[in-house]
């Protein structure tokens, strides 16, 4: 904590391309909506995890590329996945070092099916091909169903709508995880973890891209949801 504002560590793109033009980066919208909710973000770029579990009080896993499917047992299915294989290591090794010290975690399309890989599950690596459907397109608003007592449901009830622009989608649910929301397909598209001792929200959709914004009356400002999370990871550097 510093001046009681929580330090939220933010993962960021790969940095392994040896093009002297690539930064390591994070889209703004992550940050600014963290910070708007309450925290400080804190870039995690790829080296120290143990170390950044330690000084922040909580994580803000981000989207990107696709993940290795190695990772949960497979080989890639087609050209349609696309990874970033070199940031994999690193960000497991971040989001598992976060889960033994038991920090919350907010998880985001990729970073969403990250912490479910790294609790024992598993994905659909291209829905085109596996379900015949994809959320691929910026501009798709599409309903989310959400479960009654979730952290969606509460803020914003049982259906509104989202923003998809992803081709994977968790298949298996990783190890104490329960779905609050699914896509009228029945694609998981939230969740949140049982254990009240191990707070974890993921989307699949992208809430930091409707935070601050209206885009319409059925799709909401997303703000309440990371100042809710920032206001979690609070509780939570208060009771150490």
Same mark, same amino acid.
């Given at each position: 904590?510093?001046?009681?504002?929580?330090?939220?560590?933010?993962?960021?793109?790969?940095?392994?391309?040896?093009?002297?033009?690539?930064?390591? /980066?994070?889209?703004?919208?992550?940050?600014?909506?963290?910070?708007?909710?309450?925290?400080?973000?804190?870039? *995690?770029?790829?080296?120290?995890?143990?170390?950044?579990?330690?000084?922040c009080d909580g994580l803000l896993l981000t989207g990107g590329m696709d993940?290795d499917p190695t990772w949960f047992g497979e080989e890639v299915l087609n050209? /349609? &996945?696309?990874?970033?294989?070199?940031?994999?290591?690193?960000?497991?090794?971040?989001?598992?070092?976060?889960?033994?010290?038991?920090?919350?975690?907010?998880?985001?399309?990729?970073?969403?099916?990250?912490?479910?890989?790294?609790?024992?599950?598993?994905?659909?690596?291209?829905?085109?091909?596996?379900?015949?459907?994809?959320?691929?397109?910026?501009?798709?608003?599409?309903?989310?169903?959400?479960?009654?007592?979730?952290?969606? $449901?509460?803020?914003?009830?049982?259906?509104?709508?989202?923003?998809?622009? $992803?081709?994977?989608? &968790?298949?298996?649910?990783?190890?104490?995880?329960? &779905?609050? !929301?699914? /896509?009228?397909?029945?694609?998981?598209?939230?969740?949140?973890?049982?254990?009240?001792?191990?707070?974890?929200? !993921?989307?699949?959709?992208?809430p930091e891209r409707l935070t601050g914004v209206q885009w319409d009356d059925?799709?909401?400002?997303?703000?309440?949801?990371?100042?809710?999370?920032?206001?979690?990871?609070?509780?939570?550097? *208060?009771?150490?």
């Open positions: 904590m510093f001046q009681n504002k929580p330090l939220i560590a933010l993962s960021c793109t790969s940095n392994h391309d040896p093009l002297p033009s690539r930064i390591i /980066s994070n889209p703004m919208a992550y940050s600014n909506a963290i910070a708007a909710g309450g925290g400080i973000p804190v870039y *995690a770029p790829e080296c120290l995890p143990t170390d950044y579990a330690e000084m993940i050209k /349609s &996945v696309e990874l970033d294989a070199l940031r994999d290591p690193y960000e497991f090794e971040l989001c598992k070092a976060f889960l033994a010290r038991k920090k919350p975690i907010l998880a985001i399309c990729r970073g969403f099916q990250l912490v479910n890989i790294a609790l024992g599950g598993d994905l659909y690596q291209d829905l085109l091909a596996q379900m015949g459907y994809v959320h691929q397109n910026e501009g798709i608003r599409h309903p989310l169903y959400t479960e009654e007592g979730s952290v969606l $449901h509460r803020l914003f009830g049982p259906v509104f709508r989202v923003n998809s622009t $992803h081709h994977q989608a &968790v298949r298996k649910l990783g190890r104490g995880l329960k &779905v609050t !929301g699914r /896509s009228v397909e029945g694609i998981i598209e939230s969740f949140e973890s049982e254990n009240p001792e191990q707070l974890i929200w !993921g989307t699949q959709f992208h059925r799709t909401p400002d997303f703000a309440p949801y990371f100042a809710a999370f920032v206001d979690k990871v609070k509780e939570w550097a *208060a009771r150490k």
